[in-house]
């Protein structure tokens, strides 16, 4: 398969995944976010917080810019749910989201298929678990 057809599989894949979370999450109101995807388990308000922490922090990582929400860290990647006694309403996560996934398919959009699969290398860090790395190639 050419590299330029696996290139936009990939990035369809990960373009089709977010609309699906955003379909998701965006249709819920803010009763409906604060519900436990099981009992005992996290809410899904904390849920689609800390999807867009993690797409946050992957920014940097991949080369497309600084940070656009460092501040959700300690609100969904730090500590556990319910540790935080507010959490930020779902509007507010929603325009994060938007933000910080546009900001990314911008960055994948802008990748030449030559250089998208070579540029970037899956690492581990016992603090942080697995993790892309810049693999140094031009």
């Not at 977010?18 to 388990?41: C, H, I, N, W, Y």
């Not at 940097?60 to 940070?67: A, D, K, Q, S, T």
């Not at 779902?90 to 546009?102: F, L, Y």
């Not at 900001?103 to 603090?127: E, I």
């Amino acid at each position: 398969m050419p590299e330029q057809l696996l290139v936009a599989v990939a990035l369809n894949s990960w373009k089709s995944t977010v609309e699906r979370a955003d379909r998701l999450f965006s249709a819920l109101t803010e009763e409906q976010l604060m519900k436990e995807v099981a009992p005992g388990k996290n809410r899904l308000i904390y849920l689609w917080g800390h999807l867009t922490a993690v797409h946050d922090r992957m920014l940097p990582l991949l080369g497309f810019g600084e940070r656009l929400h460092p501040e959700f860290d300690v609100l969904f990647l730090s500590n556990p749910d319910k540790t935080i006694p507010e959490l930020p309403p779902g509007e507010e996560i929603k325009s994060a989201w938007d933000e910080v996934n546009g900001k990314l398919l911008t960055g994948f959009a802008s990748l030449s298929p030559r250089r998208a699969p070579l540029r970037f290398r899956v690492g581990t860090d016992s603090r942080e678990g697995n993790y892309l790395l810049n693999s140094g190639h031009p």
